[in-house]
DNA sequence: ACCTGAACACCGTTCAAGT
DNA sequence: ACCTGAACACCGTTCAAGT
């Protein structure tokens, strides 16, 4: 009396879920096959019937990271017409996003420069940026510079946050960032990509 | 009669030479420290005598390669204290470098993410980007923004550079960036970010 | 539909010992 | 000063076969 589900063992979904949990807790690096494979108490090459290899089941979770943290939808509406500050909610929300995740920038760039995943991010951002009426061309570039900054950021920010853990944290020498002034540099940068775009509409 | 440096076997300069050819000639994949050691005719353990370890190798690759291809001295002084036209020289310069080699972006951004190597390429922005006035800590996080565009930008167009050449060439679908346009989109991103710069020194 | 078992062809790194 | 030999503890992926 129980349904076709009772026999299978593992979901596609379930292994999506167990892999982000091991990179959340252990990192990129720790997310071996056979790791992943062990957790669902099952062999390495199990993994195969579900992902065609590592980089497409990496591409997977990059999109799921994405996704996760899309920017709500009532602080863009918020933003109603204003594409800067459109522009600005959406980095932010895409920063947040991948901070959500240990090394998340590391997994959407990666997948990113494969070719490989949904490509939401960058549509997102370019979107945004197009709202200021530029041709196509234009926004989408304007929308790959935010995201090569977003990921470039955020990928040493989480670097940073790994060595600081294990790390050097006494010495002091090199270490004048906390979280604050890293939010702040990232709100700089994303500032002056938006600034260089509005001189650019008035030229 | 023979110096005493005939007995040697091998230096470490010799070691770096070697592993940037194999670096340029299959890439950074196949970048292996057993692979490196075959090619100088050498067991894998032997390596270790010349560096502490893969990681350290690399650095010293990205060193290399950053300066190699510093902005040349006179395109530099012909800039003059044209702040923005000088950043513009340097940032083309960063790329020309890093284009010199197969995957030489991901080397550089690999080892600026752990913090190694001589960080000449940021030190080289930020000085630039200074000549404008701005505070010190202004003209350092608009450098690592400039960093972050270029490492990431670099990156991509690499990456989509080896795609071309073993890859689906056929398909044309996917495929509107030649290498002119790649340029005009390298030139487009720091524009914006000298535009963005400028319209904070205005303010 | 989902998994096992066994193998293939690799990795980076350590360390005692040699010359 | 520079290298060998041997080992340790891993990788991703394939594929025939099982249930």
Redesign the pocket.
Known sequence: MSGPETV?????DDVTQVALRILDDHGLA??????L?AS???????????F????TLIAELADRIVDAHLAPVDAVSEAGSDWRERTRVEAEALRDALLAYRDGAEVVSSTYALGLGSGRALTRLTDAVSVAGFDEATSRRAGTVLLHFILGHVSHEQQRMQYDSVGVLADGATDPLGQEDQAQAFAFGVGLLVDGLAALSVR
Do not use: I
């Open positions: 299978r063992r593992h979901r596609r720790d997310l071996t096959m056979r790791r494979a669902l108490d099952v062999q390495p090459s199990a993994l195969y019937w579900h065609e290899n590592k980089q």
